[in-house]
């Protein structure tokens, strides 16, 4: 037992330093008035920074952004990373290569990234140059208020679907191949044995995917940044982009800190959401 603290210690004691003590100090942070002067210290305001949020038109403008983006990039990560995990399972010529072309962008620095796709992405850029040569009109992509959500959707996709597919493919390596020969001498095609067989016992590796790919998103920051700064016209500016503004920009990390713990309950609620649907069709 003690050998075994010893081994944990060190992986709890990061747990509490960086992730428990911030949490703690976020809410209460979020419960005090912010410091207005340098030097000053701060008091007790409730449940003020919450009710200043709640009735801000900007605050729900980036939580309305915010469940867009992660309503239509969860589920397109998802299902493309499956998509390709299936594909690459097959006896296919050069699939272990195909599977480290699709995870090299994750192994890019999440800095490096962005700074890729911005020049890429310029109304002057590659892109535009290939949509002209084609016959087609130049794109604005991240200067364009309609444009600039979807261009971020493609980069963190471009990002992601190979980090996530590895773990799918693990899933799909770990199912036993008597099952899916067993379906097929029963007659069950490709798609039958891929919906009936490969989908349930897929269960726990999609969970993982699913709950660890929405938080993730919630999160995104760093491609916002880089890339739109929240613009144009606020188009971009997600939740935690929002809250960075508001504590290093602003310098009001009361309300700041009032945003990230109103973003871990919408995350909790939709995590929560997502076990009782996958665990309810595990019972179906």
Avoid: C, H
Wanted: net charge positive; hydrophobic share 60%.
């Amino acid at each position: 037992m003690l050998a075994a603290l010893l081994f944990l210690a060190p992986a709890l004691a990061a747990l509490v330093l960086f992730r428990l003590v911030p949490a703690v100090s976020a809410v209460i942070t979020s419960f005090k008035s912010p410091v207005v002067l340098a030097g000053t210290s701060s008091s007790f305001a409730g449940l003020d920074n919450y009710k200043t949020l709640l009735t801000s038109p900007e605050f729900w403008g980036s939580i309305k952004t915010t469940v867009l983006f992660v309503a239509i990039v969860v589920p397109a990560q998802t299902a493309a990373a499956l998509a390709l995990a299936v594909l690459l399972t097959r006896r296919i010529f050069g699939a272990k290569v195909w599977r480290l072309f699709l995870f090299l962008p994750f192994s890019v620095p999440i800095g490096i990234s962005p700074l890729i796709w911005g020049v890429a992405l310029r109304p002057d850029g590659p892109v535009n140059a290939v949509l002209t040569a084609v016959g087609l009109e130049p794109q604005r992509f991240l200067t364009s208020p309609t444009q600039a959500l979807p261009s971020i959707m493609i980069v963190v996709s471009w990002i992601g679907v190979g980090y996530w597919m590895v773990f799918l493919i693990a899933g799909l390596q770990d199912i036993p191949s008597t099952y899916l020969e067993a379906a097929a001498i029963d007659g069950a095609g490709p798609w039958r044995r891929f919906f009936y067989v490969v989908l349930p016992l897929m269960r726990r590796p999609l969970a993982f995917v699913l709950v660890a790919n929405t938080v993730a998103n919630f999160i995104l920051f760093a491609p916002i940044q880089a890339l739109t700064n929240g613009g144009p016209k606020q188009s971009t500016n997600l939740i935690m982009f929002d809250a960075f503004q508001n504590a290093f920009i602003v310098g009001d990390t009361s309300t700041a800190s009032a945003e990230v713990v109103i973003l871990l309950f919408i995350m909790l609620a939709i995590v929560v959401l997502q076990f009782r649907l996958l665990s309810s069709e595990g019972r179906a």
